[in-house]
């Protein structure tokens, strides 16, 4: 009996040590649906960061296990909704990447209809959510809307800054076929699976009514993700869309 005393207080005492280390992140811990598992850690070192761990597991196993990190930039009120700015370690594309995301006030008590916006040439994620005073209609409709940035940053890669419609800013939501570029440029594995996969199991948006938009050359992206994936989509909207790309300057250069 003593033995084990001693066993239990020295099993809390070690625990309470970790948790003294650790003492300025707080954790919260929730269900994200699909098997997956919401870890919403505060640092209370950084006011205003929240971290979002994102862990799956095939039963007990550790085989199929997968982890996603969300870091929030920013989070502002809109409509009733919050727009909101997150940075992320893309597997795809080998970078850091920001996208935003603009929950409506419906997202507070069920899942909501996703829609993708993919910007133009030399745009981030901020063109949109800045500039196109969307969130009204968004919030009336109960719509979330997902805004990736366009490319690749700071990869280091010969070149990449070289030219505005080449590069930084211009990843035309294609997967590259040659070196160098092969390793990091990736915007269509990113738009269609990492993105998606990494939204779904974070926020409270619905699979099955997801649909996809785009400006300039986000219209060539929204183009190939839905005619490459008959189905995926509820809706596709092109605004301004150039059908063949490779015979503009603009576009030659990329494919």
């Known amino acids: 009996m003593n033995r084990r005393t001693e066993k239990q207080k020295s099993g809390r005492t070690a625990w309470q040590r970790r948790r003294k280390e650790k003492k300025h992140v707080n954790i919260k811990r929730s269900s994200a649906g699909d098997g997956w598992r919401r870890d919403l850690l ?26 996603m990190a969300l870091t929030q930039i ?5 409509f009733g909704g919050l727009q909101k700015v997150f940075e992320h370690d893309s597997v795809e594309l080998n970078c850091k990447m920001k996208f935003a995301v603009y929950l409506p006030p419906k997202a507070e008590t069920e899942k909501c209809p996703a829609l993708y916006w993919l910007s133009g040439l030399t745009c981030t994620e901020q063109n949109f959510i800045s500039k196109s005073g969307y969130h009204q209609a968004a919030s009336e409709h109960g719509l979330a809307v997902i805004a990736p940035d366009t490319s690749p940053r700071g990869c280091n890669i010969k070149g990449e800054d070289e030219s505005w419609d080449f590069g930084t800013g211009a990843g035309f939501y294609v997967d590259t076929t040659e070196d160098p ?5 990736r915007m269509y594995s990113y738009v269609m699976e990492e993105l998606p ?32 994936n008959p189905g995926n989509y ?22």
């Not at 006011?47 to 039963?59: C, E, F, N």
């Not at 570029?181 to 440029?185: F, R, S, V």
């Not at 509820?234 to 494919?255: D, E, I, R």
Request: net charge positive; proline share 4%.
């Open 74 to 78: 920013s989070s502002n009120k809109c």
């Open 42 to 67: 505060l640092d209370s070192h950084t006011p205003g960061r929240i971290i979002y761990h994102l862990v799956q597991a095939k039963s007990n196993q550790q085989l199929d296990r997968r982890r």
């Open 197 to 228: 996969q990494l939204t779904n199991a974070s926020f409270p948006v619905d699979p099955q009514r997801m649909s996809i938009c785009g400006h300039s050359m986000g219209d060539h992206g929204v183009l190939i993700c839905a005619l490459k």
């Open 234 to 255: 509820k809706s596709v909207s092109a605004f301004g869309s150039n059908l063949q790309p490779c015979t503009l300057s603009l576009g030659q250069k990329s494919l």
């Open 181 to 185: 570029w092969k390793t990091n440029y």
